[in-house]
């Protein structure tokens, strides 16, 4: 481990310690305590149904926070995780006097402040999360990812003084609502970058929601990126993935929890001995396989020369084991992939971290 990774255990306990007394502080049914301990969805499991355009009756559109709510705590969902764009104090209100009806948590996801003209409505927002009784929000820094956006390592420099004063913009209003925000490693950060950021920042408001597949993409093995991680953990999004070779470097795809090669236990065990509370949110993308470019010269012009040839060998060795055929959806009719969204979120929820 590098030296940006080593955290004093002083340091961990501290984050770990304001994360629990933000959590007691702020949930205010026992139920809601007990629904952490039930797996919460993304809203991005629904991508297909989400405010869909097909008249369905039996899979009819999830068009706001509500219906979410309400469809996830009908198929035992412990809570939700979904954008907080738009939302009004009544609607905010509303949604928390739900939740707390059905013993669910609500997390949010929020956009960054990119510079001092937008804080008024980060705030804004942040306000209103607190109205709806969420004491997490999670959030990215890029969006799109790193390999697709970014076409030098200057460029990913630039990008990471972005992230970094977009961060430094926003802690303040944490630390005024006492709200906390957990960075996603979104296929922008490699983890050593991410905890880089983070001891930047020292600020017990900001930590990470960790993605358990996403960072495959860039060359991590996924118990090597929850290790890192894990220490700042305040949310989790949940999946399994499956593997396969492509000629320009592999493909991955979400599958049903349990169905695919992550070693979901040892990941999740790892969050909670961090962060005993911490949430299960399963995103269960239903989609068509990405490709991830590692044998092309245009994925690697954002590194820099930072990874190591040993990290593609072991993860093209690790994707040589567990290849499998990968399922596409893209060609189904739309009712057909409705159907099969709901059967991949509702068969994962079965599915417990120990």
Not at 144 to 173: C, M, N, T
């Amino acid at each position: 481990m590098t030296a940006s990774t080593n955290l004093s255990t002083d340091r961990r306990s501290f984050i770990r310690l304001a994360a629990l007394g933000a959590l007691a502080t702020q949930l205010p049914l026992l139920s809601a305590l007990a629904a952490t301990n039930r797996t919460g969805v993304v809203v991005h499991s629904y991508a297909a149904r989400w405010q869909s355009k097909t008249a369905d009756e039996q899979f009819p559109p999830i068009t706001d926070a509500l219906g979410l709510l309400r469809h996830c705590h009908s198929i035992g969902a412990g809570g939700i995780q979904t954008a907080i764009r738009g939302w009004t104090n009544a609607f905010a209100r509303q949604l928390r006097e739900e939740s707390e009806q059905v013993g669910m948590y609500v997390e949010g996801s929020v956009a960054l402040p990119k510079d001092a003209s937008v804080l008024g409505l980060f705030d804004q927002e942040v306000q209103i999360a607190k109205e709806a009784g969420i004491n997490v929000l999670r959030c990215v820094s890029l969006g799109p990812r790193r390999y697709e956006s970014l076409h030098s390592y200057q460029e990913f420099l630039d990008f990471q003084e972005r992230g970094l004063k977009a961060l430094q913009l926003a802690v303040p209003i944490l630390e005024k609502h006492r709200m906390r925000l957990a960075v996603e490693n979104h296929k922008d950060w490699r983890s050593e970058e991410l905890l880089a950021i983070l001891h930047r920042l020292e600020s017990e408001w900001v930590g990470v929601t960790l993605d358990f597949g996403n960072s495959i993409a860039l060359m991590e093995e996924p118990l090597y990126t929850a290790k890192l991680l894990a220490p700042y953990v305040f949310s989790t999004h949940i999946k399994d993935m499956a593997v396969d070779l492509h000629s320009n470097g592999f493909s991955m795809s979400e599958v049903p929890l349990g169905k695919g090669i992550l070693d979901l236990q040892k990941i999740g065990q790892l969050c909670r001995r961090y962060n005993p509370q911490v949430t299960f949110n399963l995103e269960m993308i239903t989609r068509d396989p990405l490709v991830i470019p590692c044998l092309t010269d245009g994925y690697w012009a954002t590194f820099g020369d930072r990874v190591p040839a040993s990290r593609l060998a072991g993860i093209l060795a690790m994707v040589t084991q567990h290849r499998n055929p990968l399922p596409k959806v893209s060609h189904l009719p739309a009712r057909e992939l409705l159907a099969l969204e709901e059967k991949n979120v509702v068969s994962s929820l079965a599915y417990r971290i120990r």
